[in-house]
C-alpha cells in the first residue's frame, strides 16, 4: 500500500466548467476525510465519510460542492460551476476508525480556475 | 475542541534541536495533542501525539506540562529537510461511530532550519 491517493495532481478549469476530484484512501482505513486549503492557510475540513456514509459536512461546502464514496472505498469530490475563488489545494486523508495514531494525508489536488 | 496557538515562524541552526512551543490553556481532559508538519506542496504529516505523558518516536519528541495547558515539539538533531510548517492540534479522540475526530488546523509555526 503506498498511502493515500489523489488525481489529478493539478487541474487547470475555466470559470464555470465542472471539476471531478479522485481519493484512493488506505485500503483497511474507514473514514475518509476531504480538506481545502488556500495559500498561507491550514487546512480547511470540509467533509468527511465512515465507509459509504457522509456523515458530517462544514459550513464551507456549498451546494456546488458533492463528495461521495461509493461502496465505501475511493472517493470523489466534484466541483459544478466553479468561481476564482475555488481555486485552492484540494486534500484527502483517511484514518482508521480509532484515529489515536493520526491521519495519512494525500499529497493534494492543486485546482486554479481562470 | 480547544484553540492552540503557536508562533508564527522560527529559525533553527541544522544539526541544532529545534523546539517548537504551543499554547493550549482550554485543553479538556479527554483531548489529545497531535503535531503535524506539512513540507511545501505535500500534505501534512502525521509526526507524534500525546495525552500527559511524554512521548518520543522516530520523528520527534513531545513534551507536555503537568498541567497540559502548554507543549514542546522537539526535533533532536534539525536538517534542511525538517523545513515545514508545524501545526498543533487539540481534540478528542472519534472513537464511536458518529465521531469524526476531525482536526482543526490553525496557522502553524513556519519552521526555517539554516545550514
Known amino acids: 500500500d503506498t498511502g493515500v491517493s489523489q488525481n489529478p495532481r493539478h487541474k487547470i478549469t475555466k470559470r464555470g466548467q465542472n471539476v471531478t476530484f479522485r481519493c484512493d484512501p488506505i485500503?483497511?482505513?474507514?473514514?475518509l476525510y476531504w480538506y481545502r486549503q488556500t495559500l498561507g492557510q491550514g487546512p480547511e475540513f470540509l467533509t468527511y465519510?465512515?465507509?459509504?456514509?457522509?456523515?458530517?459536512k462544514s459550513r464551507l461546502l456549498s451546494d456546488r460542492f458533492s463528495a461521495e464514496r461509493p461502496k465505501g472505498s475511493f472517493s470523489t469530490l466534484e466541483i459544478q460551476r466553479t468561481e476564482q475563488g475555488d481555486s485552492a489545494m484540494y486534500l484527502c486523508?483517511?484514518?482508521?476508525?480509532?484515529?489515536?495514531?493520526?491521519?495519512?494525508f494525500g499529497s493534494g489536488t492543486r485546482l486554479t480556475v481562470v | 475542541d480547544a484553540k492552540t496557538t503557536q508562533p508564527p515562524s522560527m529559525d533553527c541552526a541544522e544539526g541544532r534541536a529545534a523546539n517548537l512551543p504551543c499554547n493550549h490553556s482550554?485543553?479538556?481532559?479527554?483531548?489529545?495533542v497531535y503535531w503535524y508538519r506539512q513540507i511545501h506542496s505535500q500534505g501534512p504529516q502525521y509526526i507524534i501525539h500525546?495525552?500527559?505523558n511524554n512521548e518520543t518516536n522516530e520523528m520527534a519528541s513531545l513534551i507536555i506540562t503537568e498541567d497540559r495547558k502548554s507543549s514542546t515539539l522537539i526535533l533532536p538533531h534539525a536538517t534542511l529537510r525538517d523545513t515545514a510548517v508545524y501545526y498543533c492540534?487539540?481534540?478528542?479522540?472519534?472513537?464511536?461511530?458518529?465521531?469524526?475526530?476531525?482536526?482543526?488546523f490553525g496557522q502553524g509555526t513556519e519552521l526555517s532550519v539554516k545550514p
Open positions: 486523508a483517511s484514518s482508521l476508525t480509532d484515529v489515536y495514531y493520526g491521519y495519512t
Open positions: 485500503s483497511e482505513h474507514n473514514r
Open positions: 465519510f465512515q465507509n459509504e456514509a457522509q456523515l458530517e
Open positions: 482550554t485543553i479538556s481532559g479527554n483531548e489529545y
Open positions: 500525546g495525552l500527559k
Open positions: 492540534i487539540v481534540r478528542a479522540p472519534g472513537t464511536s461511530y458518529n465521531q469524526g475526530g476531525k482536526l482543526i
